[in-house]
């Protein structure tokens, strides 16, 4: 979208907002500490503050976030 992000590279403060991203096989968003991926085995929701390995798919525990970031890439 065409915002610079070169200054949080060198150390500026982070800015708040979403990143969206999309491959053939897969589409996702970040909102951290959230992370939502959907690929053709299903959706995932991770929570990058308490599991930065994505390892625990929180989508069922938290049906909110992953219906907000979900909605966005459809």
Known sequence: DGTDLTPQLRGAPSVSRTV??????AQSALAFPWKYLRDLNG???FNLRE??????NFRRRNAPEIGVLGHVLA
Do not use: K
């Open 51 to 56: 599991d930065v390995t994505e390892n625990a």
């Open 43 to 45: 959706e995932y929701l």
């Open 20 to 25: 969206f991203w999309r491959t053939p096989r």
